[in-house]
């Protein structure tokens, strides 16, 4: 009862209070614009956006931001399926049939089933997000401080086992952003660490301006870097893009693709909600599961099916990587921890006791997510018939410009102070090189935010169990926390057995 | 190909000395605060030099250098450090105006018209915004 009460609270905020509204409709068009710009994408404008929710109320700019996210995870298809380059990341999949698609001539098809199947795995995803994430956090209230160590033990484990790539990057990746949130005083002696006398250091590292300069002008100086590739990025697109309008699948096409939807969504909610697993393990798991189920047909060769379970999935991700945000204060991908900056600049914390104490804020999120995903379809169908052709022919150089301009101002607004600039710039730099080396930001952003919180839990945990470790054994949850790690650090090696007996 | 093996190794290196800096300036902490800095100091050098010996180990280098625009890059940074030094010295607008002139410019944009108005209008913008609806206090030079 009470959460239906809450249920209602939240999407009153954003349906009956008409700045909110129009804030959620903005972010949403705004990130599908971003999300269909290949080289742009969700953290970076989710970034240069935070410092503008500063004057808004908490409600207003969560409206926003869960906008931009949901947008551009669907806004990444319009580049995909148009010009077989993914707008981001969470469309590298829906490339493979929907620009076969394209050139059959079914453009507009593909983009409608993306967009349908978006809206479909976001809903399942606001919903799952709004009865999953109450029921952790009263869960979590129970946490005491070896749970809480064990729960950040759990949350670098399954970064490290999720995780795509080199293993060693991952963890050299966290390692990073554990020697990130060391910087400053420290929390129990009170000494000063890692600060060389500078007075900006006493603090410690400011989250927003480093993930500014990490999403924002990392990857402008990424982009810089790039050019020496002949044609610019816009060259390209004006010669390949064209006018299409979007349409819509029948009545038959969507009862075909109701089991791919649920099984989809199934993957998207569970994958989502591992911190670090991401939106590109759901893609691949989903498009993966679909061709298991439909063998009947030939993928990668222009499939509705093969558009349907990818945009499904990544927008599934959405809702459900904020379950451990939300409830365990545990980002679980870069989008969230930009997510956890946004409430910090209003004096909120996430965690289990976020849907006590801010419960109309969490309900509000949960609402926007719902609404946004809702949106998805006019405002898809809105950017891909009047927008979508013009936008892709944007110059990039103009743009890379402009953005340069919005971080540097927003990492000034955060704390009214000019070191801010300093700190966006200095990880700008930071951020450009380890995105040459592969070295990946989700780990490293995790860690610099449970960091601080491990230190903590783990003084605190020594004084509960008083120096005795295996004290932790003797705690339920610890002990399911720490087997749920085990098994995380085991996916590595199951891969490896799993690669080799497929090569042999 | 060997330039680019070169530099990752360079890369493990590096982090392998921070990792050793870390490792040495948190012995001098007291108590439990050199906890935490030690793992890390100790975790880069062994992660470092494992990512190194995977390097040694696969045919192809992660990093291409020849993809790599250097000079734009070194533009870009010098740039963003005499923004860095301007921003207090001239004011916040006249430095960021400067700051998108050179990026655009730097970009190879060659409307060079296009290139001084689509940065004021954005400076402008955002400063009315910013200083004026959000009353943050951007340092202005004749105000």
């Given at each position: 009862?009470?959460?239906?009460?809450?249920?209602?609270?939240?999407?009153?905020?954003?349906?009956?209070?008409?700045?909110?509204?129009?804030?959620?409709?903005?972010?949403?068009?705004?990130?599908?614009?971003?999300?269909?710009?290949?080289?742009?994408?969700?953290?970076?404008?989710?970034?240069?956006?935070?410092?503008?929710?500063?004057?808004?109320?908490?409600?207003?700019?969560?409206?926003?931001?869960?906008?931009?996210?949901?947008?551009?995870?669907?806004?990444?298809?319009?580049?995909?399926?148009?010009?077989?380059?993914?707008?981001?990341?969470?469309?590298?999949?829906?490339?493979?049939?929907?620009?076969?698609?394209?050139?059959?001539?079914?453009?507009?098809?593909?983009?409608g089933i993306s967009a349908v199947s978006s809206v479909v795995g976001g809903i399942i995803a606001a919903i799952v997000l709004g009865a999953c994430a109450p029921f952790v956090a009263a869960q979590a209230l129970k946490f005491g401080a070896p749970e809480y160590l064990m729960l950040s033990v759990m949350g670098f484990a399954s970064v490290i086992g999720m995780s795509n790539g080199r293993m060693s990057k991952n963890i050299m990746a966290m390692l990073i952003g554990l020697l990130i949130s060391v910087i400053g005083i420290s929390p129990q002696g009170g000494i000063k660490r890692f600060t060389f006398g500078t007075h900006a250091l006493l603090e410690g590292i400011p989250l927003v301006p480093m993930l500014i300069g990490m999403f924002g002008i990392g990857a402008i100086i990424s982009t810089i870097s790039d050019m020496k590739l002949g044609k610019t990025a816009s060259e390209v697109v004006k010669q390949t893009v064209q006018r299409v309008k979007m349409q819509y699948p029948d009545k038959e096409m969507i009862k075909s693709f109701l089991p791919i939807w649920a099984q989809s969504s199934v993957i998207g909610n569970v994958v989502g909600a591992i911190p670090g697993a991401g939106m590109t393990v759901a893609i691949f798991m989903a498009y993966d599961q679909v061709k298991r189920y439909r063998t009947d047909l030939e993928f990668g060769t222009g499939v509705p099916e093969g558009v349907a379970a990818p945009e499904c999935a990544n927008n599934a991700v959405v809702g459900s990587s904020m379950i451990p945000l939300l409830a365990l204060g545990v980002p679980g991908n870069p989008a969230s921890s930009l997510f956890l900056g946004a409430l910090l600049i209003h004096g909120?914390?996430?965690?289990?006791?976020?849907?006590?104490?801010?419960?109309?804020?969490?309900?509000?999120?949960?609402?926007?997510?719902?609404t946004a995903s809702i949106a998805l379809l006019p405002v898809m169908h809105i950017f891909v018939n009047y927008m979508a052709t013009y936008v892709l022919r944007l110059r990039y150089e103009v743009l890379n410009g402009l953005i340069l301009i919005l971080c540097v101002t927003g990492a000034f607004a955060t704390g009214n102070n000019d070191s801010y600039i300093v700190f966006a710039i200095v990880f700008g730099v930071i951020g450009f090189v380890l995105k040459k080396f592969h070295i990946p930001f989700g780990p490293l952003v995790l860690a610099t935010v449970l960091g601080s919180m491990l230190e903590s839990y783990y003084i605190q945990s020594m004084v509960t169990l008083r120096g005795n470790f295996s004290g932790m054994l003797q705690r339920p949850i610890c002990v399911g926390l720490l087997l749920l790690s085990v098994f995380f650090l085991l996916m590595p090696l199951k891969r490896f057995l799993k690669k080799k007996k497929g090569g042999v | 190909m060997k330039k680019n093996k070169y530099a990752e190794y360079i890369f493990s290196l590096v982090l392998m000395i921070i990792g050793a800096a870390v490792l040495i300036i948190g012995k001098d902490f007291r108590g439990n605060d050199k906890y935490f800095p030690s793992i890390i100091g100790a975790g880069m050098v062994i992660t470092a030099i494992w990512m190194a010996w995977e390097d040694r180990k696969q045919d192809k280098a992660c990093i291409d250098l020849t993809k790599i625009n250097f000079a734009a890059v070194g533009i870009t940074i010098v740039a963003l450090a005499a923004y860095m030094a301007l921003f207090r010295l001239i004011g916040y607008v006249l430095s960021t105006i400067l700051l998108g002139i050179s990026i655009i410019l730097g970009l190879r944009y060659n409307n060079v018209k296009g290139a001084i108005l689509w940065p004021t209008l954005m400076v402008l913008v955002v400063f009315v915004i910013f200083r004026i609806l959000l009353k943050v206090p951007l340092p202005v030079l004749f105000l």
């Open positions: 009862m009470q959460m239906l009460l809450n249920w209602g609270i939240g999407l009153s905020n954003v349906f009956l209070t008409p700045t909110n509204l129009l804030l959620l409709l903005v972010g949403t068009l705004l990130g599908m614009i971003v999300g269909a710009l290949p080289g742009l994408n969700s953290p970076i404008a989710m970034s240069i956006m935070i410092p503008l929710t500063y004057g808004m109320d908490p409600g207003a700019a969560l409206c926003i931001l869960a906008g931009i996210y949901t947008g551009s995870t669907c806004g990444g298809s319009v580049s995909s399926i148009l010009l077989e380059v993914p707008g981001t990341g969470a469309a590298v999949v829906t490339a493979f049939d929907g620009h076969q698609m394209y050139k059959e001539g079914k453009g507009g098809l593909a983009l909120l914390r996430t965690g289990p006791k976020f849907f006590v104490e801010s419960a109309d804020v969490a309900y509000t999120l949960i609402a926007a997510f719902f | -």
